[in-house]
């Protein structure tokens, strides 16, 4: 929503915080490894066949993870240059001197 003819297409304090979400796979992804790298050095031959089936889960959850990881970072760089491209946005950088809080204005 445009607030005082400014509209936000990409907030690297607000948007980034979704590429935490593919974290969560990966911690999946690790927890299954350690679980079947544990079993795969029980030496037991059943619970070396758990232990390699953990392992393959493990690979297919790092997949996900990566696969997600990219994805989202595509979507952010593809709408920022985009908007770029379209001349739809300002960069403003420097330093801000005489802050005012206008209140919340979402």
Not at 32 to 49: C, E, F, I, K, Y
Not at 60 to 73: A, K, N, P, R, Y
Request: glycine letters at 10%.
């Amino acid at each position: 929503m445009p607030v005082d003819g400014y509209h936000v297409v990409f907030d690297a304090s607000q948007n980034a915080s979704h590429l935490v979400v593919c974290a969560l796979p990966f911690a999946c992804g690790l927890i299954l490894a350690m679980v079947g790298w544990g079993l795969r050095n029980a030496g037991d031959a059943q619970q070396t066949s758990k232990g390699s089936f953990f392992m393959a889960m493990s690979f297919v959850w790092f997949g996900i993870s990566l696969f997600m990881l990219v994805t989202g970072v595509a979507e952010y760089f593809y709408r920022a240059v985009t908007a770029l491209q379209k001349n739809e946005c300002r960069i403003a950088e420097g330093t801000v001197v005489d802050f005012v809080p206008r209140g919340d204005i979402r």
